[in-house]
């Protein structure tokens, strides 16, 4: 079973910088990536970076690029989500998610929250103004 834990959430000012992590427990992951998510209060999730755990190739939302940069530690199996510049409206929770091993040929969407088998629990982020 896949366990994805959160940490390093927190309150910054906006302009400041906050790094999150997202470890993977238990045996070494073989999956396709690691992905996080973010939901704003009364808004939907979605999508903010993802990394591939083999090839460590990675895909932003256009409004990260640029702000937030996504790196794994394959032999720590920790995949981290450093955001600089921060605004307020970056104010969400921040959720790690991870796709599951896929056959190389199968074409895999990975800015899309469908194509995640599992879940952490999430990780608040509040900037302030």
């Known amino acids: 079973q896949v366990q994805l834990v959160e940490s390093g959430g927190g309150l910054v000012q906006a302009g400041g910088s906050l790094r999150v992590s997202c470890a993977v427990s238990g045996s070494t992951f073989n999956g396709h990536a690691v992905g996080w998510f973010r939901q704003a209060p009364g808004k939907e999730r979605e999508f903010v970076a993802a990394v591939t755990w083999s090839e460590g190739s990675t895909d932003y939302a256009d409004s990260m690029k640029g702000r937030f940069t996504i790196f794994r530690d394959n032999a720590k199996s920790t995949v981290y989500l450093q955001m600089n510049s921060l605004k307020p409206e970056d104010t969400a929770v921040y959720y790690c998610?991870?796709?599951?091993?896929?056959?190389?040929?199968?074409?895999?969407?990975?800015?899309?929250?469908?194509?995640?088998?599992?879940w952490g629990q999430g990780t608040q982020v509040i900037v302030s103004s």
């Open positions: 998610a991870a796709v599951g091993f896929r056959p190389a040929w199968v074409v895999v969407r990975i800015t899309s929250s469908d194509e995640y088998d599992y």
